[in-house]
């Protein structure tokens, strides 16, 4: 295992008061995005790698394989080294795991080449020639095959350019099958063993139910729980951007109406009374408020209204009817409501 190491707000009258009213500022919302960061520091990684190694260097020489290789892997997989994948193939070797073994060893010797390590690369090399042969592999004859056809080994899509080539696999039993649109699955399983090919005849599929929906038609069919979630933050991002709209027109009546009284008892500034001078705080402060609500629930509505915009035409049961607001001033008094349900 190699080693690597705000500010208060004075009263300025009707004028200012009216002006910080209008034109509004809205609030930005900024997202950055930033390269995703490891879950630990780099040394940290090391360390629970070499860790990692050690241990799976001791089960390896207590033949308790299968431990050691999910050992080494993981290790592998945090410090990928030169010494851990060597290890790592003689485990997967020692498993029966030709056909990975084979793979891990040509990594290891390509490793040690680059890393000038003779005795590595004389190791990856001594047991690559040992596996030559011994490695067991399937080939895939398809018959009849279909556009829209798809080849699967365990679960895994071969694509027309692999059939009739031979592919090596581990020791084992390995399921082939074979499905397309409005056609009858098709299926074998196979048992490999060491030194031993097989080729596998796909027959020419029979129109028939289908039990299995190809793996092109997955992704559309994924598309739909996407759409329909959009589209419910959409409708909701529009109800609360509203209701954030009618607040801070709330705030906008109040705000006047608190300036309104602090001009009556204030003629000028020198002959304020502290009654006159609670009122003009009192506006400055919802003043703010009814900037920041407005700014934010239009910033909502947009991002709203592209979510609607940009997903499909029929609304989400959850959220299919348009929230109707509803703004009352009476004086100095006002109120904001929501009717509707979700």
């Known amino acids: 295992m190699e080693q690597s190491l705000h500010s208060n707000a004075s009263r300025k009258g009707t004028g200012a008061l009216r002006r910080r009213l209008g034109p509004l500022c809205l609030v930005a919302f900024v997202v950055t995005t930033a390269p995703v960061a490891r879950a630990a520091p780099a040394e940290t990684d090391r360390a629970f790698a070499q860790s990692l190694f050690e241990e799976g260097r001791r089960l390896m020489n207590e033949g308790d394989y299968e431990a050691a290789c999910d050992k080494l892997d993981e290790s592998q997989r945090l410090d990928a080294s030169g010494g851990t994948v060597l290890n790592l193939a003689l485990c997967r070797e020692q498993q029966g795991q030709l056909a990975t073994a084979s793979r891990l060893f040509k990594q290891a010797l390509s490793a040690a080449q680059r890393d000038e390590r003779a005795d590595r690369a004389q190791a990856a090399a001594s047991h690559l020639a040992?596996?030559?042969?011994?490695?067991?592999?399937?080939?895939?004859?398809?018959?009849?095959?279909?556009?829209?056809?798809?080849?699967?080994?365990?679960?895994?899509?071969?694509?027309?350019?692999?059939?009739?080539?031979?592919?090596?696999?581990?020791?084992?039993?390995?399921?082939?099958r074979a499905r397309a649109p409005g056609m009858r699955d098709w299926s074998q399983t196979v048992e490999l063993s060491p030194s031993v090919g097989v080729s596998v005849a796909v027959p020419a599929l029979q129109p028939g139910e289908q039990s299995v929906a190809p793996t092109a038609q997955r992704p559309a069919e994924a598309e739909h729980p996407a759409e329909s979630g959009n589209k419910t933050l959409g409708w909701v991002l529009g109800g609360a951007g509203l209701a954030a709209i009618g607040v801070g027109s709330v705030f906008g009546v109040q705000a006047l109406s608190k300036q309104r009284k602090s001009e009556d008892l204030c003629p000028t500034p020198a002959t304020c009374s502290a009654q006159g001078e609670e009122y003009s705080q009192q506006a400055n402060a919802a003043a703010w408020v009814a900037n920041i609500s407005i700014g934010a629930g239009l910033v909502a509505v947009g991002v709203g209204a592209y979510l609607l915009l940009t997903s499909s035409d029929a609304p989400p049961k959850a959220a299919s009817r348009v929230l109707p607001l509803r703004v009352e001033v009476a004086g100095d008094r006002a109120s904001v409501a929501i009717q509707g349900a979700f």
């Open 130 to 176: 040992a596996l030559e042969g011994r490695v067991p592999w399937i080939k895939l004859k398809v018959l009849g095959a279909r556009p829209d056809q798809e080849v699967l080994v365990d679960g895994v899509v071969v694509r027309e350019p692999a059939w009739g080539t031979k592919m090596s696999l581990d020791p084992g039993r390995h399921e082939v």
